[in-house]
C-alpha cells in the first residue's frame, strides 16, 4: 500500500532588524539584520529601525508639535470655512476651524474654555450653536489627521528670521533661542532672539574706549563727557590691562544708550566725579555680514552665574553676550577675525588660520602674555576645536587641522602642553562634536578617537566604511554637525540636503544611515533649555530655524522613508523556497502606515513581483491612571505585528518597509518573522 508523501513542514526566518546601512559587503556574506538601501530610518540604541521625528520651523512662538484640537458638536445654520475664527457669544472665547465633519467643528487655538449651548458666531454673525465638546476622535488615522491640521494652523504663525540669506548661526542660552542672519541689504550681520511674538531684533549698543581710570564705573551708571556733555548708560564694563584699584585701568564701556558725541582725551564722569578719561567718540557696534557663526556655551569667571555665550563668525572679532549686551572682544592681532571658538580651563580659546591663542586664565578679555595669554602654532589651518571628555585633572583640548590631529593637555600656560595624536587623520569645520568620545568627520568617513587610535589614519578606522559610496561625495559638503545624546547619535548635515546619522551605544557603533532632508541645513546648535531638556536646533538656507526631532513632517512636507534589506537566502543560496508569510513586529505609541514589499530571486523576471502592501496599525496605548475619559484607546497597544501575506517561490527574498507621510508619529520595525517551506534544490 503506497503512502502519500508528507507535506514539507513550514520553517520560521526570525529577522532581527539591526546594524544599520551597509553599501559594500557582499550579499552573501551580509546578515539579513542589515540593510542595503535606507532612507529616513535611524538605528534605534534598544533595536530595530526608526522612522525618524520631523523638525518645525521656530521662532519662539507655539510650536506646532504642541498644537492640540477639539471638536465642537454643533446645530449649524450659518456659513462657516475652514479657517474662519469663531467666538462664543456667551463664554467670549476663540478658536480656529481647521475641519468640518457634517455637524462637527474641529477647531484648534482655544483660548479658553467655550460654554455648551452658547452661540457660536464669525465676524459677528451667528453660524450655529455649540452643543457639546466631544474632546479627540478614536479613530487612529482621523485623530492623526486632525492633529496635523492643528500643527499647520500654527504653522502659519511662525516666520523665518529677518534679513537675507541663509541662516548664519544659531544658539540656545537660558532658554532663549538666538540666530544670526544679514540683514535685509546684506551689508552687515543682524542678531535676533526668539521671543512669544516671534524674532525681535538684538541692539548692540556701542562701545566707548577708556584709559586712566581711576575709580570704578558700574554698570547702570551713565556717565558724561565732561567737555563734550556726551552722555551713556553703562552696560558693561571691560577691563583689558590694569585695574581701578591702582588708578590704572584700561578698557572699554558698552553703552546700551547715547546722546551726543564723546570727545578723546575728556574726562569720563558719573555724578560729575570724574572716573576715566576717554580715548575718543563712542562707536556703534556692528558685525560684517557674511560670517558663519559658531557658538559656544562656558563659565570662566566661576560661579553659578557666570555662563556665557561666547561667539566668532571669521569676520569680525569674537563676542561674549550675557543674553543683554554684546561685547566684542579685541585679543590685539591685526586681522582680529578668528574662525574657531571653545571655553577650556577657564581660557577662552580662538583660532585664527593656523594661530590657536588662549586668553588670561579666567579673562576672556586679557590677551596680554603677562597676564597668562598665548599662543601656539599648530602646522595647518585650524578646523574644530573640541573639549575632551575627562574630569578637572584629565579633560584635554582636541585641535584639528584638516590631516591632522593633536591634543592639548594642561590647565595653563604655565604647563600647556601640545602632543600630535595622530598625522593623517583631522576633520572637516564644523564637525567636531563629543559624546562618549570626540567624533568627527575626516576625509575616510566618520572617526572617533579610539578608532583614530586603533586603526590610524586607514580606512578601517572610519565608522561609516560600510557606507562609502553615500559619504565619499559628500565629505566636502558638510556644513554643521550636531549630538543627540537621548538616542546616543552623533549627526553631520550635507549642502546638498542629506544627512546621516549614526547611533553609538558604548562606544559601538549601531549603525550609520543616511537622512534626506526637504531643506538644507547651514548651522546647528544642541543645548538645553531651563528644564534641562536637550533641545537641537537648525539654521536653514532659506532663512528658517528649525527645531530638529519635533513633529511629524519636515515643516509641513511629508517625510519618505525606506528600508531596503539585502536578499536572504536563509543560509541556503541553492534551495528553492516557497515563501507564505511575514509576520512584521511595529512598535510605536501613535497611529502607524507603512508598506510592505519584497523581491524574489534577485529580482528576476523569471518570478512574478507582487506590488508592495499597506498596513495599519494603531500603536496608541492607554494606560491605568494615565488617561481622560472619553479621550483613550480601549485597545490600544503600543506593540503590534503586521500579518503580511507573501506568494512566490525563489532561492531568496529581499524585503522592503517604506512611509511616506506628514502625519505619522515616529514608529519602529523591530523584526521581521518569514513563513516558508523548502522546496527543491536549484539545477
Given at each position: 500500500?503506497?503512502t502519500l508523501p508528507?507535506?514539507p513542514?513550514?520553517?520560521y526566518?526570525?529577522?532581527?532588524?539591526?546594524?544599520?546601512l551597509?553599501q559594500?559587503?557582499?550579499?552573501?556574506?551580509?546578515?539579513?539584520g542589515f540593510?542595503?538601501?535606507s532612507?529616513?530610518?535611524?538605528?534605534?540604541i534598544?533595536?530595530?529601525?526608526?522612522?525618524i521625528?520631523g523638525?518645525?520651523r521656530?521662532?519662539?512662538?507655539?510650536?506646532?508639535s504642541?498644537?492640540?484640537y477639539d471638536?465642537?458638536?454643533?446645530?449649524?445654520?450659518?456659513?462657516v470655512?475652514?479657517g474662519?475664527?469663531?467666538t462664543g457669544?456667551?463664554?467670549?472665547?476663540?478658536?480656529?476651524v481647521?475641519?468640518?465633519d457634517?455637524?462637527?467643528?474641529?477647531?484648534?487655538?482655544?483660548?479658553?474654555?467655550?460654554?455648551?449651548?452658547?452661540?457660536?458666531?464669525v465676524?459677528?454673525?451667528t453660524i450655529?450653536t455649540?452643543?457639546?465638546?466631544?474632546?479627540?476622535v478614536a479613530?487612529?488615522?482621523?485623530?492623526?489627521?486632525y492633529?496635523?491640521?492643528?500643527?499647520d494652523?500654527y504653522r502659519?504663525?511662525i516666520?523665518?528670521?529677518?534679513g537675507?540669506g541663509?541662516?548664519?548661526?544659531?544658539?540656545?542660552?537660558?532658554?532663549?533661542?538666538?540666530?544670526?542672519?544679514?540683514?535685509a541689504?546684506?551689508t552687515?550681520?543682524a542678531?535676533y532672539?526668539?521671543?512669544g511674538?516671534?524674532?525681535?531684533v538684538?541692539?548692540?549698543?556701542?562701545?566707548?574706549g577708556f584709559?586712566?581710570?581711576?575709580?570704578?564705573?558700574f554698570?547702570?551708571n551713565?556717565?558724561?563727557?565732561?567737555?563734550?556733555?556726551?552722555?551713556?548708560?553703562?552696560a558693561?564694563?571691560?577691563i583689558?590691562s590694569?585695574?581701578?584699584?591702582t588708578?590704572?585701568?584700561?578698557g572699554?564701556?558698552?553703552?546700551?544708550?547715547?546722546?551726543?558725541?564723546f570727545?578723546?582725551a575728556?574726562?569720563?564722569q558719573?555724578?560729575?566725579?570724574t572716573k576715566a578719561?576717554?580715548?575718543?567718540?563712542?562707536?556703534?557696534i556692528?558685525?560684517?555680514?557674511d560670517?558663519r557663526?559658531?557658538?559656544v556655551?562656558g563659565?570662566i569667571g566661576g560661579?553659578?552665574?557666570n555662563?556665557?555665550?561666547?561667539?566668532c563668525?571669521?569676520?569680525n572679532?569674537a563676542?561674549?553676550?550675557?543674553?543683554?549686551?554684546?561685547?566684542?572682544?579685541?585679543?590685539?592681532m591685526a586681522?582680529?577675525?578668528?574662525?574657531?571658538?571653545?571655553?577650556?580651563?577657564?581660557?577662552?580659546f580662538?583660532?585664527?588660520?593656523?594661530s590657536?591663542?588662549f586668553?588670561?586664565l579666567?579673562?576672556?578679555?586679557?590677551w596680554?602674555p603677562i597676564?597668562?595669554?598665548?599662543?601656539?602654532?599648530m602646522?595647518?589651518t585650524?578646523?574644530?576645536?573640541?573639549?575632551?571628555?575627562g574630569?578637572?585633572?584629565?579633560g584635554?583640548l582636541?585641535?584639528y587641522?584638516?590631516?591632522?590631529?593633536?591634543?592639548?593637555?594642561?590647565?595653563s600656560?604655565a604647563?600647556?602642553?601640545?602632543?600630535?595624536?595622530?598625522?593623517?587623520?583631522?576633520a572637516?569645520?564644523?564637525?567636531?562634536?563629543?559624546?562618549?568620545?570626540?567624533?568627527v568627520?575626516?576625509d575616510?568617513?566618520?572617526i572617533s578617537?579610539?578608532?583614530?587610535?586603533n586603526?590610524?589614519n586607514?580606512?578601517?578606522?572610519?565608522?561609516?566604511m560600510?557606507i562609502r559610496p553615500?559619504?565619499?561625495?559628500?565629505?566636502?559638503?558638510?556644513?554643521?554637525?550636531?549630538?543627540n545624546?537621548?538616542?546616543?547619535?552623533y549627526?553631520?548635515?550635507?549642502?546638498?540636503?542629506?544627512?546621516?546619522?549614526?547611533?553609538?551605544l558604548?562606544?559601538?557603533?549601531?549603525?550609520?544611515?543616511?537622512?534626506?532632508f526637504?531643506h538644507?541645513i547651514?548651522?546647528a546648535f544642541?543645548g538645553?533649555?531651563a528644564?534641562?531638556?536637550?533641545?537641537?536646533f537648525?539654521g536653514?538656507t532659506?532663512?528658517?530655524?528649525y527645531e530638529?526631532?519635533?513633529?511629524t513632517?519636515f515643516?509641513g512636507?511629508?517625510?519618505?522613508a525606506?528600508?531596503?534589506?539585502?536578499?536572504?537566502?536563509?543560509?541556503?543560496?541553492?534551495?528553492?523556497?516557497?515563501?507564505?508569510?511575514?509576520?512584521?513586529?511595529?512598535t510605536?505609541?501613535?497611529y502607524?502606515?507603512?508598506q510592505?514589499?519584497?523581491?524574489?530571486?534577485?529580482?528576476?523576471?523569471?518570478?512574478?513581483?507582487?506590488?508592495?502592501s499597506?498596513?495599519?496599525n494603531?500603536l496608541r496605548?492607554?494606560?491605568w491612571?494615565?488617561?481622560t475619559w472619553?479621550?483613550?484607546?480601549?485597545?490600544g497597544?503600543?506593540i503590534?505585528?503586521?500579518?503580511?501575506e507573501?506568494?512566490g517561490?525563489?532561492?531568496?527574498m529581499?524585503?522592503?518597509?517604506?512611509?511616506v507621510?506628514?502625519?505619522?508619529?515616529p514608529f519602529?520595525?523591530n523584526s521581521i518573522?518569514?513563513h516558508?517551506?523548502?522546496?527543491?534544490?536549484l539545477?
Amino acid at each position: 500500500m503506497s503512502t502519500l508523501p508528507a507535506m514539507p513542514r513550514v520553517q520560521y526566518d526570525l529577522i532581527r532588524l539591526r546594524g544599520g546601512l551597509d553599501q559594500v559587503t557582499p550579499t552573501l556574506s551580509l546578515p539579513p539584520g542589515f540593510v542595503r538601501r535606507s532612507t529616513n530610518f535611524e538605528a534605534s540604541i534598544t533595536g530595530g529601525y526608526t522612522r525618524i521625528a520631523g523638525y518645525e520651523r521656530f521662532d519662539g512662538r507655539p510650536r506646532p508639535s504642541d498644537a492640540v484640537y477639539d471638536v465642537f458638536a454643533c446645530v449649524i445654520s450659518g456659513t462657516v470655512a475652514v479657517g474662519n475664527t469663531i467666538t462664543g457669544l456667551t463664554s467670549g472665547q476663540t478658536a480656529v476651524v481647521i475641519a468640518i465633519d457634517g455637524q462637527n467643528l474641529i477647531v484648534t487655538k482655544e483660548s479658553s474654555d467655550f460654554t455648551d449651548g452658547e452661540t457660536l458666531q464669525v465676524s459677528a454673525v451667528t453660524i450655529g450653536t455649540l452643543t457639546s465638546q466631544i474632546g479627540v476622535v478614536a479613530d487612529g488615522l482621523t485623530d492623526a489627521t486632525y492633529r496635523n491640521l492643528a500643527a499647520d494652523s500654527y504653522r502659519s504663525n511662525i516666520t523665518l528670521v529677518p534679513g537675507s540669506g541663509p541662516v548664519r548661526g544659531v544658539f540656545l542660552y537660558n532658554g532663549v533661542v538666538y540666530a544670526f542672519r544679514n540683514n535685509a541689504g546684506g551689508t552687515a550681520l543682524a542678531m535676533y532672539a526668539s521671543s512669544g511674538s516671534g524674532w525681535t531684533v538684538v541692539p548692540l549698543g556701542s562701545e566707548l574706549g577708556f584709559n586712566t581710570g581711576t575709580a570704578e564705573i558700574f554698570v547702570g551708571n551713565t556717565v558724561t563727557g565732561q567737555t563734550s556733555g556726551a552722555t551713556g548708560v553703562v552696560a558693561r564694563v571691560v577691563i583689558t590691562s590694569g585695574s581701578f584699584a591702582t588708578s590704572n585701568a584700561v578698557g572699554r564701556l558698552i553703552l546700551s544708550s547715547t546722546t551726543g558725541t564723546f570727545q578723546a582725551a575728556e574726562n569720563l564722569q558719573v555724578s560729575a566725579v570724574t572716573k576715566a578719561v576717554a580715548v575718543g567718540a563712542a562707536t556703534a557696534i556692528t558685525l560684517a555680514p557674511d560670517g558663519r557663526v559658531e557658538t559656544v556655551i562656558g563659565n570662566i569667571g566661576g560661579g553659578v552665574s557666570n555662563y556665557r555665550a561666547y561667539s566668532c563668525d571669521g569676520k569680525n572679532r569674537a563676542w561674549e553676550f550675557d543674553g543683554t549686551t554684546l561685547v566684542p572682544i579685541s585679543t590685539g592681532m591685526a586681522n582680529d577675525k578668528p574662525e574657531h571658538i571653545v571655553v577650556h580651563r577657564q581660557h577662552l580659546f580662538l583660532s585664527f588660520g593656523a594661530s590657536l591663542q588662549f586668553s588670561g586664565l579666567g579673562l576672556p578679555f586679557q590677551w596680554a602674555p603677562i597676564l597668562g595669554a598665548g599662543e601656539i602654532a599648530m602646522n595647518a589651518t585650524i578646523t574644530n576645536l573640541l573639549p575632551l571628555p575627562g574630569d578637572q585633572s584629565s579633560g584635554a583640548l582636541a585641535v584639528y587641522t584638516r590631516r591632522d590631529t593633536s591634543v592639548l593637555y594642561g590647565t595653563s600656560s604655565a604647563n600647556f602642553s601640545l602632543a600630535t595624536f595622530n598625522t593623517g587623520t583631522g576633520a572637516v569645520a564644523y564637525t567636531a562634536q563629543t559624546m562618549d568620545q570626540a567624533y568627527v568627520l575626516d576625509d575616510r568617513g566618520v572617526i572617533s578617537l579610539g578608532t583614530s587610535l586603533n586603526f590610524g589614519n586607514f580606512l578601517p578606522a572610519s565608522l561609516t566604511m560600510n557606507i562609502r559610496p553615500f559619504m565619499q561625495p559628500r565629505i566636502n559638503l558638510a556644513t554643521a554637525s550636531t549630538v543627540n545624546r537621548e538616542k546616543g547619535q552623533y549627526r553631520v548635515f550635507f549642502s546638498d540636503g542629506y544627512g546621516v546619522y549614526l547611533t553609538i551605544l558604548n562606544g559601538s557603533l549601531l549603525g550609520a544611515m543616511p537622512m534626506q532632508f526637504s531643506h538644507v541645513i547651514n548651522c546647528a546648535f544642541e543645548g538645553e533649555d531651563a528644564s534641562g531638556t536637550a533641545r537641537m536646533f537648525l539654521g536653514s538656507t532659506n532663512g528658517y530655524v528649525y527645531e530638529l526631532d519635533r513633529g511629524t513632517s519636515f515643516d509641513g512636507e511629508s517625510i519618505p522613508a525606506s528600508l531596503g534589506l539585502p536578499f536572504n537566502s536563509t543560509n541556503s543560496p541553492r534551495l528553492l523556497k516557497r515563501y507564505r508569510k511575514a509576520s512584521v513586529e511595529v512598535t510605536g505609541n501613535a497611529y502607524a502606515e507603512f508598506q510592505f514589499g519584497y523581491d524574489l530571486g534577485y529580482r528576476s523576471t523569471y518570478f512574478t513581483q507582487d506590488s508592495d502592501s499597506s498596513n495599519t496599525n494603531d500603536l496608541r496605548a492607554s494606560y491605568w491612571d494615565d488617561w481622560t475619559w472619553d479621550e483613550f484607546v480601549w485597545d490600544g497597544s503600543d506593540i503590534s505585528p503586521s500579518e503580511v501575506e507573501v506568494r512566490g517561490t525563489a532561492e531568496n527574498m529581499a524585503i522592503r518597509v517604506s512611509a511616506v507621510s506628514d502625519l505619522l508619529e515616529p514608529f519602529t520595525v523591530n523584526s521581521i518573522i518569514v513563513h516558508y517551506t523548502f522546496r527543491r534544490g536549484l539545477r
